[in-house]
């Protein structure tokens, strides 16, 4: 038994040194696509932090490999336990959980408002005092109007405190844990549901967003009830009620917006074409039915039809165009107005988008080859971090105390560490369950992720636009977890009653 031990150790460590080097030479053809410096140099920072990651990983899979029995009795006993605490209780304890660490978060981290976030805290109060959404320049909708205005109502309640915003950032990050644990629930079973909101309670670069002034927290808190409601009820209004919910989060951040034609085919895999399309249908219209007032408004004040912002063509001119990155990029410092539409002055914010989507659109149609190559940097700066919330928190603070500095340190580690072991857990996932995630209710996770990553194949990305993927790929992982790596696709866990 030794002997076989030892030659399986032996096995286990050629494949870890193969797989790493492989792994190792395809990051570094990255440099062979790229004469980007700033690409580059991440890159190079990033696979040493890799290298240390797949070295844990490793030592953690070895020391599971040898203990496993003891580790799998210890685990399957502690969720047999869970199982047997009420849904009622479950969520008073996983809701109170969130609340207190992200509520010490904003407390211990107390971030100011820098870029986006200070301009979003502008337009608040703006709409606030004046019921207008502008710049100094006059009437605007670069930015989609969802967030600015949730700030305002946020502070023509209490004040205009970012404080205020902070808890009501906190109160709704919470709620998504419970949205979370309902959605898994349905989709899953009611131990899933439970393994999946406490790995989201805990999951700190989620807790690191309730300090920042941003859309994402506020747009997943829509979208997951979205989710939630047209897996949840197979009825006409709840599709429409989900619709609805979908517009919602498209007046803050406008990335679903085609994601109706994705649930389609979820809706296909139970239900006849008629009925399916009919759903569709119902889903989509629906979810103009909140961002038509809006369309309406910029439309007066544009007179062109503006659907939610007029960013959309200059955000596909930072993706394909001639100076395009894969990420974000200073667009004042680049080129001149014949070829860049953002130093075009005699143009208004939607005749500068429509230009810049033209512009766009016939660089890529000429030059493919430079657009395919710029793929493999959107999906690295899509995934490269997940400290980017806990960067941000301490990139301005109201006061810095003498525990800042470790704190930073302390978090972005864990915070990274963390994200890095449920990016792979999710791969692991993928290629294990990946035929069982499609067969079931699951498909609608894997649908949203495809979509996602679809839509970040053609925009610029930066690691925070990975945020709204985070709760589906959990729920993935926690799949995984429970049913493949724990009971090896047995059902040795007792289930506990039933909410709803």
């Avoid at 100094?136 to 205020?164: E, K, Q």
């Avoid at 007032?293 to 993706?319: A, D, E, Q």
């Avoid at 500095?405 to 990946?434: E, H, P, R």
């Amino acid at each position: 038994m030794f002997l076989l031990k030892k030659n399986l150790l032996k096995i286990c460590i050629c494949c870890f040194v193969i797989s790493t080097f492989l792994t190792i030479f395809a990051i570094k053809f990255l440099f062979l696509l790229s004469k980007d410096n700033e690409f580059n140099s991440l890159v190079r920072e990033y696979l040493i932090f890799f290298k240390i990651l797949i070295f844990i990983i490793f030592n953690f899979c070895c020391f599971f490999y040898f203990f496993k029995e003891k580790i799998k009795f210890f685990l399957v006993n502690v969720l047999n336990r869970i199982s047997q605490i009420s849904p009622y209780r479950w969520l008073l304890i996983v809701f109170f959980l969130a609340f207190c660490l992200r509520f010490l978060w904003i407390i211990f981290v107390p971030s100011l408002p820098t870029s986006d976030f200070l301009w979003y805290h502008k337009r608040a109060i703006g709409i606030m005092k004046n019921l207008e959404y502008s710049v100094p320049s006059g009437p605007t909708a670069y930015w989609p109007v969802g967030y600015p205005a949730f700030l305002a109502i946020i502070y023509f309640l209490f004040g205009a405190n970012i404080f205020y915003a902070k808890v009501a950032n906190v109160i709704l990050s919470s709620l998504e844990v419970v949205i979370v644990y309902f959605l898994a629930r349905e989709i899953f079973d009611d131990l899933i549901g439970k393994i999946s909101s406490f790995l989201f309670a805990v999951y700190l670069e989620n807790i690191s967003y309730s300090s920042l002034l941003c859309s994402e927290i506020l747009y997943l808190f829509f979208l997951l009830i979205s989710i939630y409601l047209i897996v949840k009820f197979d009825n006409k209004n709840s599709v429409f009620v989900g619709g609805l919910f979908l517009g919602v989060s498209n007046l803050i951040r406008p990335v679903t917006l085609f994601l109706p034609f994705f649930i389609f085919f979820y809706y296909l895999r139970y239900q006849n074409f008629k009925v399916s399309f009919y759903k569709f249908l119902l889903l989509f219209f629906s979810m103009l039915i909140p961002i038509l007032p809006w369309s309406i408004r910029n439309y007066i004040v544009f007179n062109k039809l503006v659907l939610v912002s007029t960013n959309g063509g200059c955000s596909l001119w930072m993706s394909l165009g001639p100076y395009a990155t894969g990420t974000d990029f200073n667009v004042f410092n680049v080129g001149s107005s014949k070829d860049n539409p953002f130093l075009r002055k005699d143009l208004n914010e939607a005749e500068r988008d429509t230009l810049a989507r033209k512009l766009a659109i016939s660089y890529a149609k000429s030059h493919l080859w430079f657009e395919v190559k710029l793929i493999p940097k959107k999906i690295f700066y899509l995934f490269k971090s997940g400290k980017s919330g806990v960067s941000d928190s301490f990139y301005k603070l109201k006061s810095k105390k003498k525990y800042h500095d470790f704190l930073f340190i302390f978090s972005a580690i864990i915070s990274q560490v963390n994200y890095m072991i449920f990016i792979f857990l999710f791969i692991l996932s993928i290629l294990k369950s990946g035929k069982e995630l499609v067969k079931q209710k699951s498909l609608i996770l894997i649908l949203f992720l495809i979509y996602y990553l679809m839509i970040f194949l053609i925009f610029k990305t930066q690691s925070r636009y990975h945020f709204p993927l985070m709760p589906f790929i959990i729920m993935i992982v926690s799949y995984f977890i429970s049913r493949k790596v724990l009971m090896g696709g047995k059902s040795e866990i007792k289930f506990g009653c039933s909410l709803l």
